[in-house]
């Protein structure tokens, strides 16, 4: 597992080298990250690639995060993926167009006790989450989602604007 952990972030690491997509946009710096034959995106420079036990893979800075996977199956896959993500389930957030195709997107906030502790005055940080679901051909589809952990409820989460740009610049290989 090491082994093909270390061959991915290789791979990352040469693609992100060599590719054109790299540089400015939206008035920032992007580099091109992503899986050979499957997906190709623009994460901010400071963030590191990690491949995560799902098969997918996790982009962040340590705060923020973005994380890519591909699941098999159909919408109603899609519905059971959602029911897994536990409470509070993900609400609709309209759509959006990924790599030309349009996506289902959901958003949802709650509050994580950081040392489980349910008393009153335990720590505990507030998780924006949004995520987008994207149809893959022939079946299956891609999961992605952003995560934004506060000290404090925020409206407008920090990175929201990185997470549109990281939506933009996903393409998916055929």
Same mark, same amino acid.
């Given at each position: 597992?090491?082994?093909?952990?270390?061959?991915?972030?290789?791979?990352?690491?040469?693609?992100?080298?060599? #590719?054109?997509?790299?540089?400015?946009?939206?008035?920032? %710096?992007?580099?091109?990250?992503?899986? +050979?034959?499957?997906y190709?995106? &623009?994460i /901010?420079p400071s963030?590191?690639?990690k491949?995560?036990? %799902?098969? !997918?893979?996790?982009?962040?800075?340590g705060? &923020?995060?973005? #994380?890519?996977?591909?699941?098999?199956?159909?919408? %109603?896959?899609?519905e059971?993926?959602?029911?897994?993500?536990?409470?509070?389930?993900?609400?609709?957030?309209?759509? +959006?167009?990924?790599?030309?195709?349009?996506?289902?997107?959901?958003?949802?906030?709650?509050?994580?006790?950081?040392?489980?502790d349910? #008393?009153?005055?335990?720590?505990?940080?507030?998780?924006?989450?949004?995520?987008?679901l994207?149809?893959?051909? /022939? %079946?299956?589809?891609w999961? &992605? #989602?952003?995560?934004?952990?506060?000290?404090?409820?925020?409206?407008?989460?920090? !990175? &929201?604007?990185?997470?549109?740009?990281?939506?933009?610049?996903?393409?998916?290989?055929?």
């Amino acid at each position: 597992m090491r082994f093909l952990a270390a061959v991915l972030a290789l791979c990352c690491a040469a693609a992100s080298s060599a #590719s054109p997509a790299s540089g400015k946009r939206g008035g920032m %710096d992007w580099k091109s990250a992503g899986v +050979a034959g499957q997906y190709r995106c &623009l994460i /901010p420079p400071s963030w590191r690639a990690k491949s995560v036990s %799902d098969g !997918g893979m996790r982009y962040g800075d340590g705060i &923020l995060a973005v #994380s890519v996977t591909r699941h098999g199956g159909n919408k %109603d896959s899609q519905e059971s993926f959602l029911g897994s993500l536990g409470s509070p389930r993900p609400k609709a957030a309209g759509t +959006a167009r990924v790599s030309g195709i349009q996506a289902r997107m959901f958003k949802r906030q709650y509050r994580l006790n950081l040392r489980g502790d349910e #008393s009153p005055g335990a720590e505990t940080e507030w998780i924006y989450e949004e995520t987008a679901l994207v149809p893959a051909a /022939p %079946d299956g589809f891609w999961v &992605l #989602s952003f995560e934004s952990p506060s000290p404090t409820h925020q409206k407008t989460p920090e !990175g &929201l604007g990185l997470w549109k740009e990281f939506l933009r610049g996903f393409k998916i290989e055929p």
